[in-house]
């Protein structure tokens, strides 16, 4: 890390004055590197910045200006692989009723009744909790914030687990979970650890067969109504506190999927405060969270797609959920896709299906996001054939990928694109970045920067596996 001076922190005042800095209107306690818990501040003066400065100056610390990632394995779940776009149209469902009890301002817990079926097919990261850590088998989610173990594997309590007064509950599309909530250390690659950070430790759990739990990537603010009695607090990402703790110095986390043909495959990266290059290619195009509810509670972008010349969805807003395995159009957009590939329902897999002839005249299929156009070649508009008998379809014909939500265009979630999609291109969530000198001078008096509610984008990228035959 460079040495930095007083003047030189003194200098970035106009860029932390522009930082906003403030106290929302529920509580955001983040955790610092001493183990403190903060709100963030509101303004500072030039002579307070400068009086701080000078005491970075004379005591300096260390920020670690790098970026974490973790293997994933992706798991078929042979149990409820038949039901994948069940599975995809329940979470729809919860995601879209989690968001909406949350816009009506209602403080009491929402009910959300929905079929509990389990995740058919996962992205899972390994990560130790506790001290000596436990390593848990977490599910990867963009689609949720809360991280919680005790599904599989059981919680096991150690010198840093504290147990709060908190109760906790959410309800996924693939199931539920209710238990307590606590603080822990949270292990990850390269032994880099969180401390305090807050996780749920499940009681009672359905639907999350062959994982131990959730690390959850989404907006902080999607934890909001899952603590009790304390339902107006947020509960700190992990990415927020690998931010908040100077352990990355960007608030952000990509990810990278690769299409495979195996049932399990350890073919994907993620990564916590940075990208890596080696995983894409070309620039990342990134645009900003829809304002369009309830796509804006999620990590929900505008786009509009075509095949070949024909327009499937005008400009509309969706989200990019890794807990999706399909990308789920209206039910308009479905049938506009549906006329224009010429496929039929197939009633075995719930799927589109194609004949071989049919196949080798579709058309590629085009996203354009924030002014780039992303696109899928036939064959990656196509389920894996090598697993056609694991979803109970036959080894001769094509399926695809590109299924119905189940709601009509214009309600402000009109399409997923789910892992199908992201294993096509490099994603990155988030991206708010501050310079190391003023994350020294935060990290020294505890004055912490704003979570990645501050500047919220997806960016996208092509990568070597985009135009790949791989299906």
Do not use: C
């Not at 300096?60 to 200006?65: A, H, L």
């Not at 301002?105 to 990560?127: D, L, P, Q």
């Not at 495979?260 to 993620?270: C, I, Q, V």
């Not at 589109?352 to 080798?360: E, G, I, M, N, P």
């Amino acid at each position: 890390m460079l040495p930095w001076t007083a003047v030189d922190v003194a200098l970035l005042y106009p860029a932390m004055a522009g930082f906003h800095l403030g106290i929302k209107s529920h509580k955001s306690n983040l955790v610092s590197p001493n183990g403190t818990t903060s709100v963030m501040f509101t303004s500072y003066s030039l002579l307070t910045v400068v009086s701080l400065a000078l005491s970075v100056a004379a005591n300096p610390v260390v920020v670690r200006d790098s970026f974490v990632s973790l293997p994933m394995a992706k798991r078929f779940n042979f149990s409820t692989s038949l039901k994948i776009l069940e599975h995809d149209q329940a979470r729809a469902r919860q995601l879209r009723a989690h968001a909406e009890h949350k816009l009506s301002g209602n403080t009491a817990r929402a009910v959300i009744s929905v079929a509990a079926v389990n995740e058919a097919v996962n992205y899972a990261v390994n990560v130790g909790v506790g001290t000596p850590a436990t390593t848990f088998s977490l599910l990867v989610d963009t689609g949720s914030s809360n991280t919680w173990v005790g599904a599989g594997k059981a919680f096991v309590k150690t010198s840093s687990s504290v147990q709060t007064s908190d109760r906790v509950a959410v309800t996924y599309g693939s199931g539920d979970f209710s238990g307590t909530e606590f603080t822990d250390t949270v292990t990850l690659g390269n032994g880099l650890t969180i401390t305090k950070q807050s996780i749920g430790v499940a009681s009672e759990s359905d639907g999350f067969s062959g994982v131990d739990g959730i690390i959850g990537i989404g907006p902080v603010d999607l934890t909001l109504d899952t603590l009790s009695p304390d339902t107006r607090s947020t509960i700190p990402t992990v990415t927020d506190n690998l931010f908040s703790q100077g352990i990355i110095t960007s608030n952000l986390v990509a990810v990278s999927f690769e299409p495979t043909t195996s049932l399990t495959s350890t073919n994907g990266e993620l990564t916590f405060g940075g990208t890596d290059s080696s995983k894409f290619t070309g620039a990342i195009t990134f645009t900003p969270i829809t304002t369009t509810s309830p796509a804006s509670e999620f990590w929900g972008i505008s786009q509009s797609i075509k095949l070949g010349s024909t327009n499937i969805l005008s400009t509309t807003v969706g989200i990019v959920d890794t807990g999706t395995t399909l990308i789920l159009l209206s039910t308009n957009g479905f049938n506009a896709y549906q006329r224009a590939t010429g496929a039929v329902q197939d009633n075995a897999t719930g799927l589109l299906r194609l004949t071989t002839t049919q196949f080798a005249s579709l058309q590629s299929l085009s996203f354009l996001i924030g002014g780039t156009t992303f696109t899928l070649t036939a064959n990656a508009q196509a389920w894996p054939r090598a697993l056609n008998t694991a979803i109970g379809g036959n080894t001769n014909s094509v399926y695809l990928i590109v299924n119905s939500l189940g709601t009509p265009s214009g309600e402000g979630l009109d399409f997923i694109n789910g892992q199908t999609f992201l294993e096509r291109f490099y994603s990155v969530f988030g991206g708010f970045q501050i310079p190391s000198a003023l994350m020294v001078l935060w990290l020294t008096v505890q004055i912490l920067p704003p979570t990645d509610t501050a500047n919220k984008r997806v960016g996208f990228a092509t990568t070597s596996f985009t135009t790949a035959t791989t299906n």
